[in-house]
């Protein structure tokens, strides 16, 4: 079969032609196969969980709407980097979508803390003043961490903390994307092969522990009334799988970069290089990934969740019935008097 490549800065990338037709590099269609059956599997699965979350959604929306918008990080991992497999050109724009969605979910995160909390100013205004050490992996590593004060400037740092991660990941990470748009880079672009490519990682790691620094702030700052939710498990089953879709394609893309996988360790000569290669298992690494962690994750954001909102909601309202109850009573007592 004839051959077409795309070729950009010296890296030779198959059409899609050659993968669907010409059946070249040999091992693309099979890949390109199963990732799409494992990604209808996925849709099924978030189809299901859409659909049972979706009753609680006129009563809980704000809830329903962030539990949701986590849990489509399985999916959306899955199927850009199914489109990363099929249109292998594409992969610098997969790994910038990836990471600007997982980003996002940060913030969907720390609203969903506060609505468990009833809000953000009954979290304020009920936990004002207390002192609090924060010890949520990775952080309880950091003995150097001070005791904090929880206080409205305390949550507004927070927040901030955060919303610098995401603004970073979304502009950096374009900026990044454009800076690999001449393809003189080959596999991948996370590969650590320039100042920028330094900067940028260090930055990246500093930011992250800092939003995980903000919202593990918000989360022990109610920890006593959190811990029934199971808020850590939920968070690290999804935070796992994007940390190790990370590591993956940075590691097997420097061990690319600096030969220390070559064309020789596939077995045989051709015109798709060993980076080529390594792109492809790691994008379809990531969606086996998806497939096995989507289920843990829908299993750890359960209905159940909104039955206790439901619950703690009705607490609320008989504890203000019964303050507005005495403090009328004051006031009929004082009025007498």
């Given at each position: 079969a004839v051959v077409s490549t795309q070729s950009t800065g010296g890296a030779s990338y198959p059409t899609v032609?050659?993968?669907?037709?010409n059946g070249?590099?040999?091992e693309w269609l099979p890949f390109v196969i199963i990732g799409s059956i494992i990604c209808l599997v996925l849709l099924g699965l978030d189809i299901y969980v859409i659909i049972k979350h979706k009753k609680y959604s006129t009563k809980f929306p704000l809830q329903f709407l962030c539990v949701i918008g986590i849990l489509q990080v399985f999916p959306v991992y899955?199927?850009?980097?199914l489109v990363g497999i099929i249109v292998p050109n594409a992969g610098d724009l997969v790994v910038f979508l990836n990471e600007a969605y997982e980003s996002i979910t940060f913030i969907f995160f720390m609203r969903l803390l506060f609505t468990y909390m009833g809000g953000k100013k009954l979290l304020k205004r009920t936990f004002k003043g207390e002192k609090l050490k924060l010890s949520l992996p990775p952080l309880c590593c950091l003995i150097c961490l001070p005791r904090i004060t929880i206080s409205h400037c305390f949550f507004l740092f927070c927040e901030i903390l955060i919303g610098v991660y995401?603004?970073?990941?979304?502009?950096?990470?374009?900026?990044?994307l454009v800076m690999n748009l001449d393809g003189s880079t080959a596999y991948p672009s996370n590969v650590i092969t320039s100042n920028f490519g330094n900067v940028y990682h260090a930055a990246l790691l500093v930011l992250l522990l800092a939003a995980i620094y903000g919202l593990s702030g918000i989360y022990h700052s109610a920890e006593g009334a959190l811990h029934h939710r199971g808020i850590v498990r939920k968070f690290l089953i999804y935070k796992s799988f994007t940390v190790l879709a990370k590591l993956e394609d940075v590691i097997l893309g420097t061990l690319a970069h600096h030969d220390v996988?070559?064309?020789?360790h596939f077995g045989y000569n051709s015109t798709?290089?060993?980076g080529l290669r390594l792109k492809l298992i790691v994008f379809f690494a990531v969606i086996v990934q998806a497939l096995i962690m989507f289920p843990f994750a829908i299993i750890f954001f359960k209905t159940t969740d909104y039955k206790i909102e439901e619950q703690s909601s009705n607490e609320t309202v008989v504890v203000q019935t019964i303050e507005k109850s005495e403090q009328q009573d004051s006031e009929n007592v004082v009025s007498k008097i």
């Open positions: 032609s050659d993968i669907i037709t070249a590099p040999p899955a199927s850009m980097n995401v603004v970073f990941c979304i502009l950096f990470g374009f900026v990044k996988i070559t064309d020789e798709w290089s060993a």
